[in-house]
């Protein structure tokens, strides 16, 4: 079973930067939009941002402007870069594959364990 590992989580004050790193297999890479996913304590899982295999971007409204997604084909990684971080992005980030952008949660699979994200001072 294929799994991407997620990492570059941890603490970071309000205002504040990270970059997450999702490792994909080089299969997933050359045919598969990546998105990335997160999820807060007691929330449901939401859709962060997704990458089309043609590098075609998409955000969650609420990230627009502060986070960009990008992805390395030599190195079969798509990242995360968060800026501007606000509290309410303290969550989970998960990255997974699917055919195409913007289908439901339930159509993407290869989900990594995910990578912890807290925005606090």
């Known amino acids: 079973q294929v799994q991407h590992v997620e990492s570059g989580g941890g603490l970071v004050q309000p205002g504040g930067s990270l970059r997450l790193a999702c490792a994909a297999s080089?299969?997933?890479?050359?045919?598969?939009?990546i998105g990335w996913f997160r999820q807060a304590p007691g929330q449901y899982r939401e859709g962060v941002s997704c990458?089309?295999?043609?590098?075609?971007?998409y955000y969650l409204d609420s990230v627009k402007g502060r986070f960009t997604i990008s992805r390395d084909n030599v190195k079969n990684m798509v990242y995360l870069q968060m800026d501007r971080l606000i509290t309410e992005g303290t969550a989970v980030y998960h990255c997974?594959?699917?055919?195409?952008?913007?289908?439901?949660?339930?159509?993407?699979?290869?989900w990594g364990q995910g990578t912890r994200v807290t925005v606090s001072s």
């Open positions: 990458i089309t295999v043609h590098n075609t971007t």
């Open positions: 997974a594959t699917d055919n195409v952008c913007g289908r439901a949660l339930t159509r993407y699979q290869h």
């Open positions: 080089k299969f997933t890479q050359d045919y598969y939009a």
